[in-house]
């Protein structure tokens, strides 16, 4: 059958490829998306019909969808950098918002078995969890690190955490500065599971602080994470079960030291983001 015999058979095809097509005009798509209040899962079936809504998706929708659900926390990250650019892109930062990566073991970190990523219905993002993070000469930085998503491993083990990250500016950072200083090697076994760039191990620089521990839940010498060269942050740790006399403790903790100077709209200490349809699917980013 030829080209112009299918173009005359499948109709809708043909006017999905016009430049022409309302489904390819940017102002109907943004109009759409409004609508429907930023919906995850049809943002990732749009971007994974075609090549052009797909460049529309990763020049245009991505950027929207990120503003919407996390504006305080874009608003921080953009804050300085040239033409308002994320590292990486805005699908990354939109992958690393409201997806969980799942893990397998490396050479720091062994499990029994592989972890796979899900869709997290609800992450919350907090730059004093990412002070936690960064050791004391890199601390003018700026790092929003999520809570971990719990995993049960067994009865008898305590629960797998897995958490992600974001640098602001990671390439005029004191933590990128740090590492090329003491010539890090790159990871030759990870890659950043949210732009595919390769990684260091913090763990392998040194540079984990016993404070990234204590805010996580878990023990010193218990977790591993990795940033990528585009300041994407993910890693793994075991989980320190807590009373609830404990995670009270930890509340209180929180609310001093963050002092309400990144307020979300109901959140005084971190942006809380959520995929808006409590998926658990594969659609990919």
């Known amino acids: 059958m030829s080209a112009a015999q299918r173009q005359r058979l499948n109709p809708l095809s043909q006017e999905i490829e016009s430049d022409d097509s309302g489904i390819l005009n940017e102002c109907v798509l943004l109009l759409v998306f409004e609508s429907i209040k930023w919906d995850l899962q049809v943002l990732c079936l749009t971007a994974s019909v075609n090549r052009k809504l797909r460049a529309i998706a990763k020049r ?10 996390a504006p305080r926390m874009v608003s921080a990250l953009v804050n300085g950098s040239p033409n308002g650019r ?8 939109a992958k690393l918002m409201f997806f969980c990566c799942g893990c397998e073991s490396t050479r720091n970190f062994k499990l029994s078995r592989p972890f796979p990523g899900h869709f997290a219905g609800e992450s919350r993002f907090s730059k004093t969890s990412g ?11 700026l790092l929003f690190v999520s809570d971990p998503c719990e995993h049960p491993v067994g009865d008898k083990e305590d629960d797998l955490g897995i958490f992600r ?8 950072s004191n933590t990128r ?24 191990s913090m763990t392998a620089a040194r540079l984990v602080p016993k ?10 010498g218990r977790l591993e994470y990795f940033v990528c060269v585009n300041g994407h942050l993910h890693g793994t740790c075991w989980l320190v079960p ?16 963050d002092g309400g100077d ?11 983001v959520t995929n808006g349809t409590g998926s658990r699917s594969s659609l990919m980013f």
């Open 165 to 172: 990250g974001v640098f602001r500016g990671f390439l005029r």
């Open 131 to 141: 002070r936690s993070f960064l050791t004391k000469k890199c601390r003018a930085d």
């Open 262 to 272: 990144f307020n979300g709209e109901a959140y005084k200490k971190h942006e809380k």
């Open 177 to 200: 500065a740090c590492l090329i200083g003491r010539q890090v090697a790159l990871d030759d076994r990870v890659r950043c599971p949210y732009c595919g760039t390769r990684v260091w």
């Open 60 to 69: 245009l929708l991505w950027r929207k969808l990120c503003v919407y659900r």
């Open 211 to 220: 404070s990234a521990a204590r805010r996580l839940g878990s023990r010193d």
């Open 86 to 93: 994320i590292g990486g892109g805005w699908d990354a930062l």
């Open 242 to 257: 807590l009373s609830s006399d404990e995670e009270n403790c930890e509340e209180d903790e929180d609310e001093d030291e």
